[in-house]
């Protein structure tokens, strides 16, 4: 039996999540839909956190986290499929050699990615690779081995207010590279050699923070 809170009513367990509210604050519907955790994982409620494992599967289940860190292990990204509630994606140190998501199902909740300490670069004709994320509001790419942004990298992300691209092998920024953060406020990207800077990479958005 199930005890409804603040009441002496009890329900059978089997009236629990039916879709109809059988406790007074309607607590026996709560959290019906928590996702399974994950092998090699540790979920609590709509987070979760795996450390050192491996996503190469992918499933027609849906699984509704909210919050996902994936660090230190190895990932497959078309496993993100599954993930379509996100609001919060970290996948340090995964080895990611690209992170382009053309073809990916839209996680259109999300607001922060953090794919710091990879291995991603992009070619000159990378685009859209974050199109499945319009309301990102930060992107750290900090610590991989890019050596150049892109023009049309960010051209469905013009909510971001946060870059981080420090500590890349960026060796130049063109005018385009942010053209289409219009908005950002914060870009991080300092570098331990010199970086050659267009004059007018900056001179269409209202950046406060720069780190160079």
């Known amino acids: 039996m199930f005890r409804c809170k603040d009441s002496l009513k009890c329900i059978r367990v ?34 979760m956190s795996c450390a050192s494992a491996n996503f190469y599967y992918t499933s027609l289940v849906h699984m509704h986290f909210k919050y996902a860190s994936i660090t230190n292990g190895s990932i497959n990204i ?14 340090h140190n995964n080895k990611l050699r690209t992170f382009c998501l053309e073809g990916i199902r839209a996680i259109p909740y999300l607001k922060s990615l953090d794919i710091s300490s990879n291995l991603v670069s992009y070619g000159s004709q990378a685009r859209n690779c974050f199109k499945p994320m319009p309301d990102m509001i930060m992107i750290n790419l900090s610590y991989n ?7 049309k990298l960010f051209t469905q992300n013009n909510k971001v207010e946060l870059l981080d691209i420090s500590l890349n092998f960026i060796i130049s920024l063109q005018e385009m590279s942010l053209k289409r953060l219009n908005i950002l406020k914060a870009f991080l990207f300092t570098q331990d050699h010199n970086v050659m800077i267009d004059r ?6 209202n950046v406060e923070l720069i780190h160079p």
């Open 14 to 47: 089997n009236d629990m999540c039916n879709g109809r509210a059988d406790c007074i604050y309607g607590e026996d519907e709560l959290l019906c839909d928590l996702p399974s955790c994950p092998k090699q994982c540790s979920c609590l409620q709509y987070a």
């Open 78 to 91: 078309e496993v993100l499929d599954m993930f379509g509630d996100l609001v919060v994606l970290q996948l």
């Open 145 to 151: 081995h890019m050596k150049f942004l892109p023009a």
């Open 200 to 205: 007018k990479t900056f001179s269409f958005s």
